[in-house]
Every structure is written in structure tokens, then in C-alpha cells.
């Protein structure tokens, strides 16, 4: 079992910054697939950017490559996102999820079974 709290989301205007940060409880002693992902309204959950833990392999969706930056603090058990260049496209439900461990990290829902409950993101133009 792992748990999962999000935090550091907000409103920021377009061109702006924003990082995201989640911590993790329980069973934090092994290697996990660690992912970001959103949910805008009316649109289905995606992918954003994923790290294997194990060996801090990282994965970005197209949307978000070149802008956004995944990083994990073992010591702290926190995983973070760091977002530049945001854009008014960006706005969503950001949540942070856990999945057994797979270098190559998936950014499929379905392969996640730990979820945060989310922190909101809202760019303006």
C-alpha cells in the first residue's frame, strides 16, 4: 500500500511556472513506477510524465516534452513536476500515481493502482 498527497498546484498566468509536489507513505522502501497525470473537464485522464524510481529513468508525454521535468527526493519520499512555459492548454487536475515497477514506466491509467487526490492547475491567457 502507498499513499499519495499532492500539493503545490495553483493559478498562474500563461508563460509561468508551477511545481508540483507529491508525497508518499507506506511502502515507500521499494521501486515503483511514479507518474503525473491530469484530467481537464470533460476529457479523459492522461499521461504527463513518469520516472522509474529504481533507476530514475523518465518518461514525458509529447505535449509536455521540453517544459516539464519529473524528479524524485528518496529521502523524502517526494516526488515532484516541475512546469515552465505553461500554457492555458495545461489547466487540469494534476494527480500523482504509483504503479509496480517497470523501467519503462508506462503513462497508461490503466497500469497505476495508487492514486493522490489531486491538486488543480489553471493557466489563464
Known amino acids: ?14 508563460g509561468g511556472s508551477l511545481k508540483l509536489s507529491c508525497g ?8 515503483y513506477c511514479m507518474g503525473w497525470f491530469r484530467q481537464a473537464p470533460g476529457k ?14 523518465s518518461y514525458f508525454a509529447d505535449s509536455v516534452k521540453g517544459r516539464f521535468t519529473i524528479s524524485q527526493d528518496n529521502a523524502k519520499n517526494t516526488l515532484y513536476l516541475q ?3 505553461l500554457k492555458p492548454e495545461d489547466t487540469a487536475m494534476y494527480y500523482c500515481a504509483a504503479a509496480p515497477p ?16 489531486g491538486t488543480q492547475v489553471t493557466v489563464s491567457s
Open 1 to 14: 500500500q502507498v499513499q499519495l498527497v499532492e500539493s503545490g498546484g495553483g493559478s498562474v498566468q500563461a
Open 24 to 31: 508518499a507513505s507506506g511502502h515507500t522502501d521499494r521501486s
Open 44 to 57: 479523459e485522464r492522461e499521461g504527463v510524465a513518469s520516472i522509474y524510481t529504481g533507476a530514475g529513468y
Open 83 to 85: 512546469m515552465n512555459s
Open 102 to 117: 517497470d523501467e519503462f514506466c508506462p503513462l497508461t491509467v490503466s497500469e497505476y493502482n495508487y492514486w493522490g487526490q
